[in-house]
Nanobody, 114 residues
Framework: QVQLGESGGGLVQPGGSLRLSCAAS????????MGWYRQAPGKQREFLAR???????NYGDSVKGRFTISRDNGKNTVYLQMNSLKPDDTAVYYC????????WGQGTQVTVSS
């Protein structure tokens, strides 16, 4: 099973931007869908975005219009560009490959605060 590693998290002010990266240990070409989720303290894991092998995308309602998912098959990497960040976006962000029963990264912390 592919192994995933997220990076790019950190502290950002409200209204700012971050780009998260998810590097896979092997090729992601054959993986049907790659996705991003997040989990805030005391809350359930929330779906954010998904991208198919054909680069079809879909987004959760809370991030639609602010976040953009993309994939670079040559680099075995998936990205999440996050704009107009809000304090409610504070959470640990996880990369996923192959659906809920698939592979997960260890997560990267994103904190939105002034």
């Amino acid at each position: 099973q592919v192994q995933l590693g997220e990076s790019g998290g950190g502290l950002v002010q409200p209204g700012g931007s971050l780009r998260l990266s998810c590097a896979a240990s092997g090729s992601i070409v054959g993986i049907i869908a790659m996705g991003w989720y997040r989990q805030a303290p005391g809350k359930q894991r929330e779906f954010l975005a998904r991208i198919s092998s054909a680069a079809t995308t879909n987004y959760g309602d809370s991030v639609k219009g602010r976040f953009t998912i993309s994939r670079d098959n040559g680099k075995n990497t998936v990205y999440l560009q996050m704009n107009s960040l809000k304090p409610d976006d504070t959470a640990v962000y996880y990369c996923n490959a192959g659906g809920l029963a698939g592979a997960w990264g260890q997560g990267t912390q994103v904190t939105v605060s002034s």
